[in-house]
T-cell receptor, first 114, second 111 residues
Framework: NAGVTQTPKFRILKIGQSMTLQCTQDMNHNYMYWYRQDPGMGLKLIYYSVGAGITDKGEVPNGYNVSRSTTEDFPLRLELAAPSQTSVYFC?????????????FGDGTRLSIL | GQNIDQPTEMTATEGAIVQINCTYQTSGFNGLFWYQQHAGEAPTFLSYNVLDGLEEKGRFSSFLSRSKGYSYLLLKELQMKDSASYLCAVRVDTGGFKTIFGAGTRLFVKA
């Protein structure tokens, strides 16, 4: 089982550049999430989706956009990269119908903005 | 607002028992999770509590008191590989299910 797959694993961007972080899951999960984790900190929710075509903001959505055209894919877009967006980004998915179902995380994308 | 507090760091000795506390103030409580995260890796699921009481899973146990907004993770027979960050996370239902994470407790296990 592939689970949650994130690409790329590492990326260095220049200020003002744009990029898309890819996330795909093969578990038919309805919920998907994007988090960022700064050094020594917990995870902050950027955006989440309850199903294809439905997205909503989390705690720190500014500077990011998402789309959910299929159940499997949930890309995160940075339009104008800023140094404050240097972080590790985790994508996660979850199937809510099972009680106590935890989130399944991808391996993360380490992004540096210089 | 939604807030989760846990100690920043703890140190314990191999073979000992350690308790990591977590307090939370949230609305729409729908369960509390503990995750383990080794440096440079993704979080992995450890335990889940939705009702008051103790849940035991091998060397790990987790306790929840909803009325006090309090949970703890108990690790027994500590091993060096238990050195990691432990994240307390609360799932909330605010019209969609979101999970709020604490900043994590970094546990150092020494020989």
């Amino acid at each position: 089982n592939a689970g949650v797959t994130q690409t790329p694993k590492f990326r260095i961007l220049k200020i003002g550049q744009s990029m898309t972080l890819q996330c795909t899951q093969d578990m038919n999960h309805n919920y998907m999430y994007w988090y960022r984790q700064d050094p020594g900190m917990g995870l902050k929710l950027i955006y989440y989706s309850v199903g294809a075509g439905i997205t909503d903001k989390g705690e720190v959505p500014n500077g990011y956009n998402v789309s959910r055209s299929t159940t499997e894919d949930f890309p995160l877009r940075l339009e104008l990269a800023a140094p404050s967006q240097t972080s590790v980004y985790f994508c996660a998915s979850m199937k809510l119908q099972v009680p106590g179902q935890p989130q399944h995380f991808g391996d993360g994308t380490r992004l540096s903005i210089l | 607002g939604q807030n989760i507090d846990q100690p920043t760091e703890m140190t314990a000795t191999e073979g000992a028992i350690v308790q990591i506390n977590c307090t939370y103030q949230t609305s729409g409580f729908n369960g509390l999770f503990w995750y383990q995260q080794h440096a440079g890796e993704a979080p992995t699921f450890l335990s889940y509590n939705v009702l008051d009481g103790l849940e035991e899973k091998g060397r790990f146990s987790s306790f929840l008191s909803r009325s006090k907004g309090y949970s703890y993770l108990l690790l027994k027979e500590l091993q060096m590989k238990d050195s990691a960050s432990y994240l307390c996370a609360v799932r909330v239902d605010t019209g969609g299910f979101k999970t709020i994470f604490g900043a994590g407790t970094r546990l150092f296990v020494k020989a």
